[in-house]
């Protein structure tokens, strides 16, 4: 559905009106483009003390050939771009601030007490209006949970904050996202650079993102084709006829995974459209059946096995709890939660997906900040990152990593159907003061798909244009 006020807000007039009464001025969002590089530059990188991520980023960066500017916060990142024969410079050395960036990185890896934060604010200061419109500011930590000193904990757990305020300061399409990166997995944080940094981050600003250790055969995991990452991986997409649903199909497809798409038999001639262009297989069944995880098996066995499974199916059938009959609460809870589980659990147990498998939820942020006449709904997406979290240990045993994207308002044909007031707050209330795109859960979705994100497990990113409702 077109954005009318975008249109309006970009145009000489509207950006004249909008400015002189205070209004949103939402830019357009640059998004994927065939034949475009992940990541362009240049990256201003700026550290704080004892920055320990730089010479792993420099190797991460060395492949894209990527142009970099050292802050002076970041003296060292000159010696260490130059052995990985990157372009770099320094920033600001003729006092010249007008120079234009694509992204801001600053390693926090090193800061230890909440004194040291100094360096956080020198060198956003220094740079907060150097970032072009649609660019991105990523920073890096550590967990806080795997800080040995309180006071370390203390200041990594305060980059939160930082990051979550920049998204909301910098506003012109930028998004602004933390990275917190445990010890030993700095040589996993490729495909989540590529992805934070890139225009398929488009509507993800304001997140929190952790990547664990790796070990084992899946550390050294190498792709074969890095434009077609999903090259020989079978993957089901259920909920696929329309929607997010198609795009999550349409954007993994041209990542090179052979799909077998779901949808309910009531929508199989949308669905096997679907899966015609795409070169894809059509599989009509009802998900909350007590007989379709044994069904999923069978396929997957006949198959040879699945290498990954998203969760986009889902209904809603809203109502005050006071006035909710019994039959909506449980379907809603069956399909969207319940249904999860069993399907999970016996695609598991039977060895039906793979080692090295990817699971991928559609939550909501329904299910972060609640919505009127939505407690089944709110419970079942709060359930899906509940699964999520607790599963991701168990599964991490099998090689196999869970995640869960939470959207927020994405222009769909249902979020068309909303009245107009509520459709306008929706899509302005968020640090990019517009709605997001089906394809931007589908990215989203992707980069947690790829076999290069073996270290990302037990995340929950919003796809929201951080969105002010929830956290």
């Not at 934060?117 to 649609?134: C, E, I, Q």
């Not at 757990?157 to 700095?186: F, M, Q, T």
């Not at 076999?451 to 002010?468: E, F, I, Y």
């Amino acid at each position: 559905m077109t954005d009318s006020y975008l249109d309006f807000a970009n145009s000489l007039l509207g950006a004249r009106l909008t400015t002189l009464l205070g209004l949103p001025q939402p830019v357009p969002l640059p998004r994927h483009q065939a034949g475009r590089a992940d990541i362009e530059g240049p990256l201003l990188i700026g550290a704080g003390p004892g920055a320990g991520v730089l010479p792993a980023l420099a190797a991460c960066l060395a492949p894209r050939g990527v142009a970099t500017l050292a802050h002076a916060s970041a003296a060292r990142w000159i010696p260490l771009a130059n052995q990985a024969a990157l372009m770099t410079g320094r920033w600001n050395t003729d006092g010249d601030k007008g120079v234009k960036v694509r992204a801001l990185v600053f390693d926090a890896t090193g800061l230890e007490t909440s004194e040291q934060s100094d360096a956080l604010y020198a060198f956003f200061h220094d740079t907060a209006r150097s970032v072009l419109p649609g660019g991105r500011v990523l920073v890096i930590g550590r967990p806080p949970e795997s800080c040995a000193e309180p006071r370390q904990a203390t200041v990594q757990r305060a980059l939160e904050g930082l990051v979550r305020s920049l998204g909301k300061e910098l506003k012109r399409g930028i998004a602004a996202n933390l990275l917190y990166l445990a010890p030993d997995a700095e040589t996993q944080m490729d495909s989540t650079l590529a992805f934070l940094l890139s225009p398929r981050s488009a509507y993800v600003s304001g997140q929190v993102v952790r990547l664990a250790p790796v070990t084992g055969e899946a550390a050294n995991a190498v792709l074969a084709d890095p434009a077609r990452p999903l090259a020989g991986r079978r993957m089901l997409v259920t909920g696929a006829s329309r929607g997010i649903g198609e795009a999550i199909a349409e954007v993994l497809a041209r990542d090179g995974a052979d799909l077998v798409l779901l949808d309910v038999p009531q929508a199989q001639a949308g669905l096997e459209a679907v899966a015609q262009r795409l070169g894809a297989r059509a599989l009509a069944l009802d998900i909350g059946a007590p007989e379709a995880p044994q069904a999923l098996v069978d396929a997957a066995r006949a198959d040879g096995g699945w290498d990954g499974l998203v969760h986009n199916a889902g209904i809603t059938r809203d109502k005050t709890i006071a006035n909710m009959k019994p039959a909506f609460w449980e379907a809603v809870v069956n399909v969207n939660l319940s249904t999860q589980e069993r399907i999970n659990a016996a695609l598991v147990d039977a060895g039906a997906l793979r080692a090295g498998g990817r699971i991928v939820c559609v939550s909501s942020i329904s299910g972060i900040a609640g919505n009127l006449g939505q407690t089944n709904y709110a419970f079942s997406k709060a359930g899906v990152i509940g699964m999520v979290q607790s599963h991701a240990a168990h599964l991490a045993a099998r090689g196999i990593t869970i995640n869960a994207v939470a959207p927020g308002f994405i222009e769909t044909q249902m979020t068309a159907a909303v009245p107009f007031a509520i459709r306008e707050a929706g899509r302005r209330m968020n640090s990019m003061g517009q709605g997001g795109l089906p394809v931007d859960v589908a990215e989203t979705i992707a980069w947690m798909a790829s076999p290069a994100s073996q270290a990302l497990t037990g995340n929950v990113v919003r796809v929201c244009g951080q969105s002010l409702l929830g956290a």
